[in-house]
């Protein structure tokens, strides 16, 4: 087969006989762009390399000298000719994108004598050898493997002897000085076509670098695709005044204008501008000097872009006035960029609805709901944690909840910084700009509430020690934050910063909320919100949350106007007191459902049954107990009675979910109550309340019959008093395997179901979810796991289980609803795993619930 192809021989679908970089400089070739040109050697070539135990084809010379010949023609210079010398780049080049493969070697086909000869043509010995000695060290790293830095040192003790500040100041001579000391450094060929083939071998070779072999593990490109070789001719736009290089933008990249955008810098190779060396000019500086190769930048940037329908990232030299493109990609650019540039593209025509919503990323609708720390803003990193909740934030560190509210309400930002957080600490995550723990993983009681306000949070930051009674967190390298001290969060990367790091500000567009209306349109899941607070609610439903999928009842709980009768409940010694204030907590209870059907009139509100174990509820500490037993008026004794009582070994595992249901009936009696009173309550005020019940943490259909019935029975009993009938659900959670693995059972009990996979993934590994944030980082690092199977659905196991779930409760029962209200219901990976095992809906934290609209629109188209 033929093993070389001339950039007029091919195009960009030829990516996998050609890697990506040679189809693209075969496509631009095609569209008749002023590409230097040049030859690619096929990924099946690479292949065949390994298969003759890496040696080249015997034959494989010949052809590439036959390609090279219509080269030197169509250029008008040859290769190895000293006279008038070729040069070329030679690069790797994959069939998908490949980081850690070799890099680049330019200016090859340069020796002594052809050194001298292209100082001679160009008139210009000093860029004759600063190109000789680029090649002799670049050839040198990536062919011959040789130590660079050594030769790094040889340039600056140079430059230090003659008191030279920069490359700048080097001279020809000088550089004659440095190649001929590289010389005694390394051996290399003085022969260009030894040089050639030697590079062509480092390619092949580059494949199988043990970077590269990791590299398409993780991703599983397999091994067999091979590297193609791309070999361009050099130009160089560093010849003189009338030669730049630079690089553009076919629309502002961090606005998404449509304006083309770009820099230029005059006498210099792309390196340099990639280098920022010197400050480089806008491209309307060449409108003036160089006028022709202006104009075909502008036309050549225009038709790149409608060609490849998309904002493009454009690389050109200008060598003796004549324009050169080296290169073009679809360009990076900002959240916001990326959303005005999907926009406009669908009002021009040139793409549609469905592509413009495959061209914006999570992160790019993120941006408009958070403000982010400026990524380049300079930043020094103390440590790093898990990304728990998006943003930046900063504050001054404060280390207790009440801490934060005293200083906050002294208007000043705060960051509350805990060993790990618990319900107590609502009221100062509440007020807190920001969230850092030391502990807990990416579903701990911190991410998870930290995620539903939309606060900014790291977690899992081991690289800290915190102290509490201290005031101080100890980073690994011993830095400490105090008490008092201004700290930054980047809640997308993870990283702690000391300081005030700059921000960009969050705020919606019109083209966001049209972007948003075209995933609401192709999308087949829907959306709901994991919220129970009023305030969550209304900002669920203003960013297009449809209803409730997992109101947690025991947030309500916390309050401090109501915690202590939830103390006294528990710690009730008999009946009569339990109720009574169970009859407390029915009313805290009725108004916060009140609340809740009122922000989400007319679409369902999914609510859980009490699922924690009780002792969360209790103080955590003596002095606290104290003063609990004060207010109860009860004997402190008790209180630490009841403590230990109700403390467990492992409490995930232990005394709750639909177990307090089964063994405290009472408190759900009292909760459906609450839930269908407020209901009524609701319905007399004109509103249209759709409650759905859903019980936790179920293992067996029985227990779903006897809540069931318990939940039925409550409800009878207010509706008959009060002569009125209301329509409302049953269903359970799926979050323990066992469920998963009789599902059919529990489909014939139920009208709903929906996944916990928070709990389904801790009971699948056996991973704490409070504690696997110790040890996460390293299974990740050791390549044990790919992702945090708390942030993106672990779809081989856990979502095993739930496909397995989902085949046999639809078959038990036609069509039964099924959500999932775990935190990967915002993850955009596992929705599309959601879109295709055919479930309903979605449910996630307020903040999520954008992301959560483009990603089920973007499974579907
Ligand atoms: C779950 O387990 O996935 C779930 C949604 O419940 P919680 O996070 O409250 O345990
Ligand atoms: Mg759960």
Redesign the pocket.
């Known amino acids: 087969a033929k093993r070389v192809y001339l950039f007029s021989e091919g195009s960009k679908d030829d990516r996998d006989l050609l890697g990506g970089k040679g189809a693209n400089l075969c496509e631009m070739t095609a569209l008749k762009l002023p590409v230097p040109f040049g030859f690619v050697i096929t990924t099946p070539t690479c292949r065949e390399y390994f298969e003759n135990g890496n040696k080249l084809p015997t034959l494989l010379e010949q052809e590439y000298r036959v390609a090279l010949d219509l080269v030197e023609k169509q250029m008008g210079t040859r290769f190895g000719d000293p006279e008038n010398p070729l040069l070329f780049s030679v690069r790797s080049g994959a069939p998908i994108s490949m980081p850690g493969m070799m890099n680049t070697i330019l200016n090859l086909g340069i020796n002594d004598e052809i050194a001298e000869g292209l100082s001679r043509k160009t008139d210009n010995p000093r860029f004759a050898y600063d190109c000789y000695r680029r090649f002799i060290q670049m050839f040198a790293d990536v062919v011959l493997g040789a130590d660079t830095h050594a030769m790094e040192q040889v340039i600056e003790d140079y430059k230090q002897a003659k008191a030279y500040e920069t490359d700048v100041a080097m001279e020809a001579e000088d550089w004659q000085a440095v190649i001929a000391t590289f010389k005694t450094m390394v051996k290399f060929p003085e022969d260009p076509f030894e040089q050639l083939r030697l590079a062509v071998e480092a390619v092949f070779q580059s494949w199988h670098t043990p970077r590269a072999n990791v590299y398409r593990e993780m991703n599983n490109i397999p091994d067999s695709l091979g590297t193609a070789v791309t070999v361009q001719s050099m130009v160089f736009g560093n010849f003189g005044d009338d030669s730049g290089s630079g690089v553009a933008f076919t629309r502002n990249p961090s606005t998404g204008e449509r304006h083309f955008f770009g820099e230029v810098l005059f006498n210099a190779a792309g390196e340099d501008v990639v280098a920022g060396i010197r400050t480089p000019l806008s491209v309307d500086a060449m409108e003036e000097r160089m006028p022709d190769a202006y104009k075909e930048l502008l036309e050549s940037q225009a038709l790149l872009e409608s060609h490849y329908r998309d904002m493009q990232d454009i690389e050109f030299t200008v060598q003796e006035g004549r324009f050169y493109l080296l290169q073009t990609r679809s360009g990076k650019r900002t959240g916001r960029a990326s959303v005005r540039i999907a926009v406009d593209m669908v009002r021009e025509g040139m793409i549609n609805e469905k592509e413009a919503l495959l061209r914006v990323s999570p992160e790019h609708v993120q941006s408009f709901l958070h403000p982010m720390v400026d990524p380049d803003a300079e930043r020094t990193v103390v440590a790093s944690g898990l990304p728990a909740s998006p943003g930046g934030a900063t504050g001054v560190a404060v280390f207790s909840a009440d801490e934060a509210v005293s200083v906050e309400a002294d208007g000043k930002k705060v960051i509350l910084i805990r060993r790990e957080t618990t319900p107590e600490d609502i009221h100062g995550m509440r007020v807190a700009e920001g969230i850092l723990t030391e502990l807990g993983g990416m ?1 701990s009681h911190a991410a ?1 509430v930290a995620r539903g306000m939309g606060v900014c949070a790291i977690t899992g930051c081991g690289e800290l020690r915190v102290s509490v009674q201290d005031g101080t967190a100890t980073a690994s390298d011993g830095t400490v934050i105090k008490r008092g001290d201004t700290v930054t969060l980047d809640g997308a990367t993870g990283d702690v910063m000391l300081g005030d790091i700059p921000k960009v500000e969050a705020s919606t567009s019109d083209d966001f909320q049209t972007l948003l209306s075209w995933a609401d349109k192709h999308r087949r899941l829907k959306v709901r919100a ?1 919220a129970e607070t009023p305030e969550d609610a209304a900002k669920a439903r203003e960013l297009g949350a449809e209803g409730i999928g ?1 109101c ?1 009842t025991e947030h309500m709980f916390f309050a401090s106007d109501r915690i202590d009768h939830m103390r006294a409940m528990i710690l009730s010694t008999d009946r009569k007191e339990r109720k009574r204030h169970l009859a407390t907590l029915q009313e805290f209870q009725h108004a916060d459902m009140l609340e809740l059907y009122r922000v989400m009139d007319g679409l369902p509100v999914t609510i ?1 049954l009490l ?1 924690p174990p009780l002792h969360e509820f209790l103080p955590h500490d003596e002095a606290d107990a104290e003063a609990l037993a004060e207010r109860l008026n009860k004997d402190p004794a008790e209180i630490h009675q009841a403590r230990n009582d109700l403390a467990e070994v492992n409490p995930m595992l232990g005394f709750r979910g639909c177990r307090l249901s089964v063994v405290y009936p009472e408190i759900t009696r009292m909760q459906v109550r609450a839930i269908i009173g407020a209901a009524l309550q609701a319905r007399e005020e004109g509103l249209n309340p759709l409650p759905e019940i859903m019980i ?1 943490l179920v293992v067996n259909v029985r227990e779903i019959r006897l809540i069931s019935e318990v939940i039925d029975r409550g409800i009878a009993k207010v509706t008959k008093e009060k002569s009125v009938s209301l329509r409302y659900k049953i269903g359970t ?1 799926m ?1 323990t395997p066992r469920a998963c693995l009789g599902a059919d059972r529990l489909a014939s009990a139920v009208e709903f179901m929906s ?6 993934t801790q009971m699948t590994y056996g991973f704490s979810r409070d504690d696997a944030g110790r040890f996460i980082p390293q299974y990740l690092d050791a390549k044990i796991i790919e992702d945090d199977p708390f942030v993106s659905l672990d779809q081989r196991a856990v979502g095993r289980l739930m496909r397995m779930a989902v085949q046999e409760s639809r078959q038990a029962k036609k069509g039964i609803k099924y959500g999932i ?3 990967h219901g915002g993850d955009p990976r596992s929705i599309r795993f959601c879109h295709d095992l055919g479930l309903d809906y979605v449910s996630c934290s307020p903040y999520r619930v954008p992301v959560a609209r483009v990603a089920a629109a973007q499974a579907r188209v």
């Open positions: 579903t998870v994991n997992l947690r859980r699922d936790p959670m979050e996944f916990g996979t928070n709990d389904l209200c775990g935190e």
